[in-house]
């Protein structure tokens, strides 16, 4: 009652003033912006940071940075006296199209993809993943457009097909004379390929393939290019010769004439408007005997002889099929990647907001404190500082994995990409939620693009797989190195699987700081949960399984333990990526600030819930990791500029309020 008598009296006393001027008003100095770099200092060399964590081509994407800041395509705009590119949101969906298709017209004649699919080996491979990443961080739209011409489309006719296919359609794709899509997905039918309903038969006396969809639920959806611009397409269809289904496989189909017209006997509707990605023209497509000739199926798996004959050196249809889904992994690869470079798009915009805009004082008379210095603000932001950087290490595991790639690294690179592209767009769905939360009311300006990212970028978590059918997968392919381990009496080999053949790691009782700090302590944990979980895993199916359940019917009912386990394989495998980055560097500052880095990584991971669920953390040692994780956080304060601007991004290429955000809302800017 006190308090509202107070502010009673001081209402009234406002009202009674006799005149505005009878008390001297003061007023307050006016916010101003000061830049960061004026008051953070750099302990380490962020350009050696920056070679860590992108590791290749720096220079060609730094050129490709230039590319699009000087060309009116990409819409630059002045804020703050900085100029800033990103695509005008507000443009119809049918301009967004256009603007995407202009804008891969014009990087074609810069030569940006040039050798693209021309060209063989590590280092043209490498420098096509560097320029996805620039792309993606400009535009999902021209991400998924040129990765959907040049991964799915392109890469179909590398993998599937064979030398004519080659010498016949690859020139024209990468110049972009021929415009490809991928028509795999069906109404009816996503994440399970083999359940694909459009039917193909063989004409012998013409020699043609005859392709149909039989039904509405096959009709061929989200088909990325087809609505508009695609003038070919590789349909996945399953193939019946003399009344027998030999299963899935992939036809060229030209789906439009030279003047863009709908080719004969193919219907093609658009998907409509989405809550993101509205520059790419998805469409859905229906076959109704539609004849190709007999070459157009991509037969490096399996053929088709001129009379009819169903020719493959692979006996086996299970393994054929795997054969033939193998080359498909990059579409994952390529998702996960680009997740982490829109993770560092809103860190590094969301970080530098923080250091420089204030909120509320301390202490009367004395300056608001800047968001970044308040304890809360370094713990919503740093640990998602730390996933960054453990996911860009993984990553660049990944492209290396994928790039070295044999036909007995297949599986393994299946795994990975399946496990690390669920974790990384998962983790960057997080990240962008969390820093649009950190902005404020900023964040949900388009322009300052953390909040327009989480529509744009919502889709990774079910193309390319469902996020949860992807870990279900991982775990069913850990089962299975189990089984085979125990059944030959072997140790186990790959998959950094080989800590099963070691003692089980022992937590100690008491956790203190160095022990938390320590890597083996860490690699011991996060192993520790692996193996458990595996174990687990292995025993509970195994069960269901001696009840008299199928092996599917045992692996969906044990689906909790699975979606665990997929996650303590992803963890740890992320986590050894970092440990190996770290042990490159010699000693001095920039190694000081990463082992920092990874173990603030490490404690997050370990302060899952599963630690506490599964007994590996007592109650108290779960306290102690968060007690250890608010110190992490307030060490590496200082670095919070650096750490930010070790990802590269040219500013271009951030939110104007990464910058001199009062001058960008200042009415001069209108």
């Given at each position: 009652m006190e308090q509202v008598f107070k502010r009673t009296q001081?209402?009234?006393?406002?009202?009674?003033?006799?005149?505005?001027?009878?008390?001297?008003?003061?007023?307050?100095?006016?916010?101003?912006?000061?830049?960061?770099?004026?008051?953070?200092?750099?302990?380490?060399?962020?350009?050696?940071?920056?070679k860590l964590i992108d590791?290749?081509?720096?220079?060609?994407?730094?050129?490709?940075?230039?590319?699009?800041?000087?060309?009116?395509?990409?819409?630059?705009?002045?804020?703050?006296?900085?100029?800033?590119?990103?695509p005008d949101y507000n443009q119809s969906m049918e301009q967004q199209r256009e603007m995407t298709l202009k804008r891969i017209?014009?990087?074609?004649?810069?030569?940006?993809?040039?050798?693209?699919?021309?060209?063989?080996?590590?280092?043209?491979?490498m420098r096509?993943?560097?320029?996805?990443?620039?792309?993606?961080?400009?535009?999902?739209?021209?991400?998924?457009?040129?990765?959907?011409?040049?991964?799915?489309?392109?890469?179909?006719?590398?993998?599937?097909?064979?030398?004519?296919?080659?010498?016949?359609?690859?020139?024209?794709?990468e110049n972009y004379s021929i415009k490809g899509c991928f028509a795999m997905t069906e109404l009816g039918h996503g994440s399970n390929v083999r359940g694909l309903e459009t039917v193909t038969t063989y004409d012998s006396n013409t020699g043609e393939f005859v392709i149909n969809t039989p039904c509405e639920s096959a009709q061929k959806y989200w088909i990325g290019g087809a609505a508009n611009h695609a003038t070919h397409t590789v349909v996945f269809s399953q193939l019946h010769i003399n009344g027998t289904n030999q299963g899935v496989h992939a036809f060229i189909v030209q789906i439009r004439d030279a003047d863009g017209y709908i080719c004969p006997n193919i219907r093609i509707v658009d998907c409509g408007h989405k809550i993101g990605l509205n520059g790419v023209d998805n469409g859905r497509i229906w076959f109704d005997n539609v004849r190709v000739p007999r070459e157009n199926l991509l037969n490096s798996v399996a053929d088709v002889s001129p009379d009819g004959k169903y020719l493959s050196s692979i006996e086996n249809p299970d393994q054929r099929f795997a054969a033939f889904m193998a080359p498909l992994t990059v579409g994952r690869v390529n998702i996960?990647?680009?997740?982490?470079?829109?993770?560092?798009?809103?860190?590094?915009?969301?970080?530098?907001?923080?250091?420089?805009?204030?909120?509320?004082?301390?202490?009367?008379?004395?300056?608001?404190?800047?968001?970044?210095?308040?304890?809360?603000?370094?713990?919503?932001?740093?640990?998602?500082?730390?996933?960054?950087?453990?996911?860009?290490?993984?990553?660049?595991?990944?492209?290396?994995?994928?790039?070295?790639?044999?036909?007995?690294?297949?599986?393994?690179?299946?795994?990975?990409?399946?496990?690390?592209?669920?974790?990384?767009?998962?983790?960057?769905?997080?990240?962008?939620?969390?820093?649009?939360?950190?902005?404020?009311?900023?964040?949900?300006?388009?322009?300052?693009?953390?909040?327009?990212?989480?529509?744009?970028?919502?889709?990774?978590?079910?193309?390319?797989?469902?996020?949860?059918?992807?870990?279900?997968?991982?775990?069913?392919?850990?089962?299975?190195?189990?089984?085979?381990?125990?059944?030959?009496?072997?140790?186990?080999?790959?998959?950094?699987l080989e800590h099963m053949n070691k003692p089980c790691p022992v937590i100690p009782l008491?956790?203190?700081?160095?022990?938390?700090?320590?890597?083996?302590?860490?690699?011991?944990?996060?192993?520790?949960?692996?193996?458990?979980?595996?174990?687990?895993?292995?025993?509970?199916?195994?069960?269901?399984?001696?009840?008299?359940?199928?092996?599917?019917?045992?692996f969906l009912m044990c689906y909790e333990l699975a979606q665990d386990l997929g996650k303590a394989f992803s963890d740890r495998a992320i986590f050894q990526t970092f440990v190996d980055a770290e042990t490159t560097l010699p000693a001095g500052s920039l190694k000081d600030v990463l082992g920092t880095l990874r173990s603030l990584y490490a404690l997050i991971c370990i302060e899952d819930v599963s630690?506490?669920?599964?007994?590996?953390?007592?109650v108290d040692n779960g306290a102690n990791v968060r007690r250890e994780i608010t110190k992490l956080c307030t060490e590496l304060r200082p670095h919070?500029?650096?750490?930010?601007?070790?990802f590269g991004i040219s500013d271009a290429f951030l939110g104007p309020i990464a910058f001199n955000w009062i001058e960008a809302n200042a009415w001069s800017s209108v």
């Open positions: 001081i209402l009234t006393n406002h009202l009674l003033q006799s005149s505005p001027s009878s008390q001297t008003l003061s007023s307050n100095a006016c916010l101003s912006y000061s830049p960061p770099e004026l008051s953070e200092n750099y302990a380490f060399d962020i350009k050696d940071m920056r590791r290749h081509n720096l220079e060609e994407r730094d050129w490709l940075f230039g590319l699009m800041k000087q060309s009116k395509l990409f819409n630059p705009k002045v804020r703050g006296g900085k100029v800033f590119v990103s017209e014009y990087l074609l004649e810069k030569g940006a993809f040039k050798g693209w699919l021309t060209e063989k080996g590590e280092d043209i491979e096509k993943f560097a320029g996805f990443e620039v792309c993606s961080i400009y535009d999902h739209s021209l991400f998924t457009k040129l990765g959907v011409h040049f991964f799915l489309w392109g890469g179909a006719i590398q993998f599937f097909g064979t030398k004519h296919h080659h010498d016949k359609w690859l020139r024209d794709t996960a990647i680009s997740s982490v470079y829109q993770s560092k798009v809103a860190l590094a915009t969301s970080i530098r907001y923080a250091l420089t805009r204030r909120a509320f004082s301390l202490k009367k008379n004395e300056p608001e404190v800047l968001l970044l210095d308040y304890p809360s603000h370094q713990r919503r932001l740093f640990p998602l500082v730390a996933k960054t950087y453990a996911m860009s290490f993984a990553a660049n595991y990944l492209k290396m994995l994928y790039v070295k790639r044999t036909p007995q690294s297949n599986k393994i690179i299946h795994i990975v990409s399946s496990s690390f592209k669920a974790t990384f767009t998962w983790n960057n769905m997080q990240i962008l939620q969390e820093c649009r939360e950190a902005c404020g009311g900023q964040g949900l300006k388009t322009e300052n693009r953390v909040g327009q990212l989480k529509g744009e970028y919502d889709v990774q978590s079910t193309f390319e797989g469902d996020n949860l059918i992807l870990m279900q997968q991982v775990s069913k392919a850990l089962f299975a190195e189990y089984m085979a381990a125990q059944k030959r009496n072997k140790v186990f080999k790959g998959l950094g008491q956790l203190t700081s160095t022990t938390l700090r320590c890597s083996q302590f860490q690699m011991d944990a996060l192993c520790l949960r692996e193996r458990d979980l595996l174990n687990r895993f292995v025993a509970d199916v195994s069960k269901c399984k001696a009840k008299g359940e199928s092996n599917e019917q045992a630690f506490l669920q599964y007994g590996y953390l007592s919070a500029l650096a750490l930010v601007s070790s």
